[in-house]
Nanobody
């Protein structure tokens, strides 16, 4: 599975961005999808995950109430809507896929990774 992430950029504090990640393989719905992020000098961190149907979502504590993950299985795409952005959200954001029914919040179970998209939030 190849994952292509897009939508990153530079935004001011309090602004919004929407990331997209398109998968190359069908059926897309067999994959749990997630977003992770990695800031310089820090470990890769779980941001949000969504199960195959889109009915179950999980979020990291630092983004709860501000970020929303969703998916469109017909379009093979997962999204991350990011609102009320803060400078500490600055990182490279990666989408990941796992052939599973359970959303994992650690990096190890994920078999496929996108190339990453840079998000920079200025103060």
């Amino acid at each position: 599975v190849q994952l292509q992430a897009s939508g990153g950029g530079l935004v001011q504090t309090g602004g919004s961005l929407k990331l997209s990640c398109e998968a190359s393989e069908r059926p897309f719905r067999r994959y749990v999808m997630a977003w992770f992020r990695q800031a310089p000098g820090r470990e890769r961190e779980f941001v949000a995950g969504i199960n195959f149907s889109g009915g179950t979502t999980y979020y990291g504590d630092s983004v709860k109430g501000r970020f929303t993950i969703s998916r469109d299985n017909a379009e093979n795409t997962v999204y991350l809507q990011m609102n009320s952005l803060k400078p500490e959200d600055t990182a490279v954001y990666y989408c990941a896929a796992e052939a599973s029914i359970v959303v994992d919040t650690t990096t190890t179970p994920y078999d496929y990774w996108g190339q990453g998209t840079q998000v920079t939030v200025s103060s």
